[in-house]
């Protein structure tokens, strides 16, 4: 009994021992099989890439609401200014680098008072430097010469050689790009606003179709003497070619400039001038697909623009005859020609008053920037204790007269037809500046009237006529 008795003890010893063991094998895979399950749904490196992309920033770039779209286009005659074809010209486009020919524009006129010499050296700053590209690769803490950085622009399209301008002209960009905002608004570009000198891309930084006809306009009509410049295939700068990327110098016949330009919010940009048979046209393509296609719709609009012009009996072109104030040449933008500096007083310009400009350039400024208005009074001195809507004060006469016109055109008719608009001279210290102003105004219209005219991105200050803001006051 005894023998028996413990070979069924230990056959349950042995019965127990081999369930524990195959429980303990079937837990172990149990949790194998849950470690390799959860390994499975979230890979160790497939959940650090996940937070990565959490952790990274947001974009910079948000859309500007008031930008509906990218393609605009607008072709027109230079002589009359005359609009020949046109598509969406008014509505807000980003300019991309565009926007350099405003800082060329800036530049051009430094150039012509005296505030800058075309071989001055200019300081190279960090912000330059860091500049993203296309670049003119400038040296580090070095200088370059106002020649080299404008012809950068032209050619290259250098960010960097607008950075070095900017900070020469303003102190800093931001000041430079509000210098650059008021020329516009002094140019009738009222859609315009700038926030950079190179055209990087800035959600607020917007302009139109047409105001870049007027500006392309302006730089014929005030620097006829510069304007070759754009015409540059190349410049050498430090022994390496800058090569100029408007590609329709040399693919179109009759091109002459002015400007490409390129950001993925614009799409393909150009503005351009070009003369056949005597007769010049201004042509604004935007929101190109691509380079080669923003250049053929050019061509093709830029071709029936010339028959259509020549259909119309439009005028031919006149050349603009060089102005007192040019220092120099464009030929002395060409690398290899010697720079011959003139003083930087420029005494016997502002002796002389300059010719008034020729009458069909001063015509295409008008038809550009909007229909036309009645052209200023003489100034006549408003009575002491009226009211009058003041539009700005100007360096030039011509810029005070657009001014107005703009100002006058967006006021209600009744409003217009008692208005009377006048420039007068104000001298302050050295300098004489051009006080735009419609007079002849209770006090309710001159607040009414700026109201209105704010709106429309036209800004002013209604004022009742004292003794100290006459014309006569000093």
Known sequence: MTLPLKRIVAGFSWLATGLLFVGAVVTTSNADAQSVTTKRAVPPSKSRAAAKRVAQPPSPWVPNPSVSGKTAYL?????????????????????????????????????????????????????????????????????????????????????????????????????????????????????????????????????????????????????????????????????????????????????????????????????????????????????????????RQMAELMDRGFASAQAMGISPWTSIRKPPSARYSAAQFVSGMPIQEPPRAVAVAKAEPPPPPAAPMQAAALRIAGPAVPAPREPETPPLGSWVIQVGSFNESQAAQLALERASS??????????????????????????????????????????????????????QVTSWNTPGAR
């Open 75 to 295: 072709i027109a005659d230079a002589t009359s200014g005359r609009e020949i074809a046109s598509d969406q010209a008014d509505e807000l486009r980003h300019p991309a680098s565009l926007t350099k020919l405003m800082t060329i524009y800036l530049t051009f006129s430094a150039l012509d008072s005296g505030r800058l010499s075309l071989g001055e050296g200019l300081p190279v700053s960090s912000n330059a430097l860091n500049a993203p590209p296309t670049k003119m690769g400038l040296t580090p803490g070095g200088s370059v010469s106002v020649r080299d950085v404008t012809m950068a622009l032209v050619t290259r399209s250098a960010n960097d050689a607008a950075v070095v301008l900017a900070e020469a002209l303003g102190g800093d960009e931001p000041s430079f790009a509000r210098l650059m905002t008021q020329k516009a608004r002094q140019l009738g570009m009222s859609s315009t606003v700038f926030r950079n000198a190179s055209g990087l891309p800035h959600r607020e930084q917007v302009t139109t179709a047409r105001d870049q006809a007027r500006l392309a306009n302006a730089l014929m009509r005030d620097f006829p003497h510069y304007y070759a410049v754009f015409a540059v295939q190349s410049y050498t700068y430090r022994g390496r070619p800058l090569d100029n990327h408007n590609r329709m110098l040399g693919s179109y016949e009759g091109a002459d400039g002015l400007k490409t330009g390129y950001t993925a919010a614009s799409g393909f940009n150009l503005v351009m001038s070009a003369m056949r048979d005597n007769r010049r046209l201004i042509g604004v393509v935007m929101g190109g697909e691509s380079a080669g296609r923003r250049d």
């Open 410 to 463: 967006a006021l209600p008719s009744a409003m217009r037809s008692t208005a009377a608009a006048t420039v007068d001279e104000v001298q302050m210290a050295s300098k004489v500046f051009h006080r735009a102003r419609l007079t002849n105004l209770s006090q309710e219209q001159a607040i009414d009237g700026c109201k209105r005219l704010e709106k429309q991105k036209i800004y002013c200050a209604p004022l």
